[in-house]
């Protein structure tokens, strides 16, 4: 059996001690999804990447070579530049009107940590009109597309998982993709990867016929693109510049023309957003150059010093906190996706494990970390990026980033917080335009109405006092 031969010689002739014990069409189960597994990733492959993701975690906080701050031909901050804003804005959206936009949804997460058996992107966080994280990004496409008076659709094209594909569909169809068209939103899967022991060596049985698999971190947006032959789709529809951003960022401003427009702007091929750190010490990862490359440091990674010093005008001079939000021209796609796909490295992460035991014939149940998952980042690529080609734009965190990461009761970056800080936005915007907002009154501004504080001049002098508003269509 050639399978069988094929994972012997990787070590891994455990997965068959139970052979014996299995029916017929559960030998032939078991053969067919260690076929399939082995189809995407050799198996001796993948034990040598897993070896090498652990040798990497042991130097990840040593790498060496001089960490600095981005240059400032690569950054730029727009927060209280207007003037700026508004050429990145015209910039991008003649791109969204001629066509050239594409949208990416990192959406493969589960709502586990929130308390929730659906996708992260059905979660409702408590606003007064009970939309998902979906709706709410939906509404922000319908509203440019208003905006951009042209008969181009935006194309969002959603990354799901194994585990969340079928809901994520039904729950679109459901809510008749949000007044979108079901045309112009395309599902995706990422991949998945076996998961292996805590000596990363032996891989681990989810059930008598199948592996532990997990869906392969941020980084398999890579080969999610390439397997699933996106680029093709993008040639088709003429896209040229590729918004990506996370589904639990209640705040995303998705499409957004301004950053689409400092790409365009400046020529840069793969950009990213950043917010300005909280503290000198808040736990992010930092846009910053090692070594003259663009890449992602740990907040870790940096000493105190550095992580404290400041700038001539007295900001911190490593203060770009990642938001994982970027820019892709097309052309770096079609040049670099493969190399990405081959290349960039996979990471461990240590992990309470349920798996079934060959030997006992019985699923085990686990309480302390006994497990590997791998995973990519997908910031690992920026490194391939020439400096002059890698932009980052500081935008303004309190207009456009709220993750959503935690239960209920955490104490940050959890429904609440996302809740407050969506409503916080929609009522300084009316306040903006002329509308009087009383203390403790939030309203809820949809996204059909207005996508960055434009059309709101209705509102002014309008009184608002009473709690729980939703704006929801134009007067």
Known sequence: MEVR????????GQLFDHWESLSPSDQQ???QNLSSVASKNDPKKLVSDCQQAISLSKTMANQGGSIE?????SYQSVIGDEKAKQEYWQLGLDAIIKGE?????????QGTRLGSSQPKGCYDIGLPSGKSLFQIQAEKILRLQTLTRTSHLIPWYIMTSKPTRTDTEEFFKKHDFFGLKASQVTFFNQGTLPAFDLNGEKLLLASPTELVE???GNGGLYRALRDNKLLQDFAIKGIKHVYMYCVDNVLSKVADPVFIGFAIKHKFELATKAVRKRDAHESVGLIATRQGKPCVIEYSEISKELAEARDADGLLQFRAANIVNHYYSVDLLHRELDNWCTKIPYHIAKKKISFFNAETVETVKVTIPNGIKLEQFI??????VPLNK???LEVERREEFAPLKNGRGSSN????TSRKAYLDLGTSRLKKAGATVKDGVEVEVSGKISYSGENLSQFKDHIFDKPNQILENCH
């Open 5 to 12: 031969k094929l994972y012997e010689q990787a070590g891994q």
């Open 29 to 31: 189960a078991l053969v």
């Open 69 to 73: 701050p981005l240059p400032a031909s």
């Open 101 to 109: 936009v594409g949208v990416i949804l990192m959406a493969g997460g």
């Open 214 to 216: 997990s869906p392969d």
């Open 379 to 384: 910031f690992d690529v920026f490194p391939t």
């Open 390 to 392: 890698f932009g980052c």
């Open 413 to 416: 970056d959890n429904a609440e």
